[in-house]
Nanobody, 118 residues
Framework: QVQLEESGGGLVEAGGSLRLSCTAS????????MGWFRQAPGMQRELVAD???????NYANAVKGRFTISRDDVKDTVYLQMNSLEPEDTADYYC????????????WGQGIQVTVSS
């Protein structure tokens, strides 16, 4: 079994920055795609950004130019650097990873809260 542990959330003022981290542990053979999702109250969960095993990145339009996703395959960790945060970024953020070469998210973290005050 693979477990994901997120860290780095919290409360920040609008315009500020936060860096989320998510580390995998357990029975890891390989990790493919890594990604971050978010869910605001009353809203559906949405993809924020993902990064392939080869390093190709993909971002939601709402965060392009402000957020950066990166990965460290030695540490089995994915990061999300969030700059110029806006109150609309307030949500629970979830990391997810795939355990095969396919674009599929097989394991999920428990979520971490990010609150941006205006």
């Amino acid at each position: 079994q693979v477990q994901l542990e997120e860290s780095g959330g919290g409360l920040v003022e609008a315009g500020g920055s936060l860096r989320l981290s998510c580390t995998a542990s357990g029975d890891i053979f390989r990790i493919g795609v890594m990604g971050w999702f978010r869910q605001a109250p009353g809203m559906q969960r949405e993809l924020v950004a993902d990064i392939s095993g080869g390093g190709l990145t993909n971002y939601a339009n709402a965060v392009k130019g402000r957020f950066t996703i990166s990965r460290d395959d030695v540490k089995d960790t994915v990061y999300l650097q969030m700059n110029s945060l806006e109150p609309e970024d307030t949500a629970d953020y979830y990391c997810a990873m795939g355990l095969s070469p396919r674009y599929e998210f097989d394991v999920w973290g428990q979520g971490i809260q990010v609150t941006v005050s205006s």
